[in-house]
């Protein structure tokens, strides 16, 4: 039996896929298309990792050939922010590797108690997903759980880690239309967050 895969190389990083789970049914996920990357890799998880698992996992990896991991696969990362917290230190007192999270942004409504300052020092860069310039329209595209309250939950999150992560980008893909995109440059702006408007890839190759 081919054996589960945790960490994958994508665009020359180190990818980390550590959960199925995800609050959100972005109507551009992945989900949607395709569950492989790479070739033939499936991203699909048998089971939720151990955080031992995925130490292990990382140890078989050859670290030389890349300078950061990325937390991001088939579901949403912060669904385990206490493992990622976990795992990235091992990752640190081994490598001197930088750790990057692409994520939804949605933790406190995941998980109300997880620290949002545990990061500090442990997680080098974030990438928010802002989909959308307003509650609304953000809802409507990932059909989050949560409902209308996700919006300003993620904003809320992205500026909070943006005080204190060296690092953090609100990004959105270029599918919803030029006037949208620059509705969101101006929300952006506003809570003073840098934006990236990443090109939709179809095949869905593209995971930064």
Known sequence: MKAMKIFYDLNGSLYANITNKCPCNCTFCIRHNDETVGENDSLWLEHEPTVDEIKAAFDEVDTSKYSEVVFCGYGEPMERPWD????????????????????????????????????????????????????????????????????????????????????????IVDVIGEEEVEKCRERAKDVGVPLRVRAFISNNRDYD
């Open 84 to 171: 990622i917290i976990e795992v990235a230190e091992y990752i640190k007192s081994q490598t001197d590797m930088k750790i990057r999270i692409n994520t939804n942004g949605l933790v406190s409504l995941m998980h109300p108690t997880f620290d949002l300052y545990s990061m500090r020092g442990v997680i080098d860069s974030l990438s928010i997903s802002l989909n959308a310039s307003d509650p609304h329209k953000y809802l409507e595209i990932t059909k989050s759980r949560f409902g209308l309250p996700s919006y300003n939950s993620m904003l809320n999150f992205a500026i909070v880690a943006h005080s204190f992560i060296p690092d953090v980008k609100l990004t």
